[in-house]
C-alpha cells in the first residue's frame, strides 16, 4: 500500500475506534450516581404466605406482618481494580449495605431484624432519558431477635432459625433531570437456603414493600 493509503486505513480506524468509545461514554441519566457513592433508603413492607416462587409471579395472601425499614448501601467507585472489574466485565456496579427493620406482628409484637449483604446493580439502561431506572440483587444474612410469625406459620420441613440467607430484588425509578431521588420496589427475602442454616430446610419469609432512596 501507498503511504497515502496506510495514513488513510490508520485515521479510518482511529476515527472507528473514537465513535466506539464515545458510544460506550455515552451520557447516561444515572452517570451522575458514581459521584454520591452512599444512598440511604426508608422501606414499608408487607410480607407474604406464599413462597419466594409465587411472590415474584405476583400471588399474593397478605400475612398481617408489616417490616418497615431503614437501609444504607455503599457503591464501590469503577475507578478502583476491584469495582472496574463489574463495570467492565458484567456493565454493573458492586455495592455493600446494611438494613435495619422493625417486623410488626399481627399479635402486636415488634421484632429486630438486622441485615447486611452484598449486591449487584445496573444503572445504565436504553430508556434512562425516559425514565431514569436501575435493577438490582443482593446476597447476605439476616437475624432477627425472635423468628416471625410468618415463619413459624409457612415452615413445612424442618425448623426454624432467627439466623437466615437474606436475598434481595430490587428496582428503581427517579425523574431523569433528579435521578438521585429513587422509588423503590424490593422484595426482601429469607430463607434456611435449603438446609444451610442448620434445620431450618424451608424456612423463611418473603416481603414486598416500596422505598424511597435518597443518594448522598
Do not use: C
Not at 155 to 182: H, K
Amino acid at each position: 500500500l501507498s503511504p497515502a493509503a496506510v495514513i488513510g486505513q490508520e485515521t479510518a480506524s482511529g476515527t472507528t475506534s473514537e465513535a466506539t468509545e464515545e458510544q460506550v461514554r455515552r451520557p447516561n441519566a444515572n452517570d451522575v450516581l458514581d459521584r454520591t457513592p452512599w444512598s440511604v433508603m426508608a422501606f414499608k413492607g408487607w410480607s407474604n404466605y406464599h413462597t419466594l416462587g409465587r411472590t415474584v409471579r405476583f400471588i399474593w395472601d397478605y400475612a398481617g406482618e408489616d417490616v418497615y425499614g431503614v437501609d444504607v448501601t455503599y457503591t464501590i467507585s469503577p475507578n478502583t481494580g476491584f469495582g472496574g472489574w463489574f463495570d467492565r466485565n458484567l456493565a454493573a456496579r458492586f455495592q455493600v449495605g446494611g438494613k435495619m427493620n422493625a417486623r410488626a406482628q399481627p399479635t402486636g409484637v415488634w421484632i429486630p431484624e438486622l441485615s447486611a449483604y452484598f449486591a449487584l446493580r445496573w444503572r445504565r439502561l436504553p430508556w434512562n432519558h425516559i425514565v431514569a431506572t436501575t435493577f438490582s440483587m443482593g446476597e447476605g444474612l439476616s437475624i432477627v431477635s425472635d423468628v416471625p410469625e410468618v415463619e413459624m406459620i409457612t415452615t413445612e420441613v424442618g425448623g426454624t432459625s432467627r439466623l437466615l440467607n437474606y436475598w434481595m430484588m430490587e428496582m428503581t425509578l427517579a425523574v431523569p433531570s433528579m435521578p438521585y431521588l429513587q422509588l423503590v420496589g424490593r422484595i426482601h427475602h429469607r430463607s434456611g437456603a435449603f438446609g444451610l442454616f442448620g434445620d431450618a430446610q424451608e424456612s423463611g419469609s418473603n416481603t414486598v414493600g416500596l422505598g424511597i432512596r435518597w443518594h448522598m
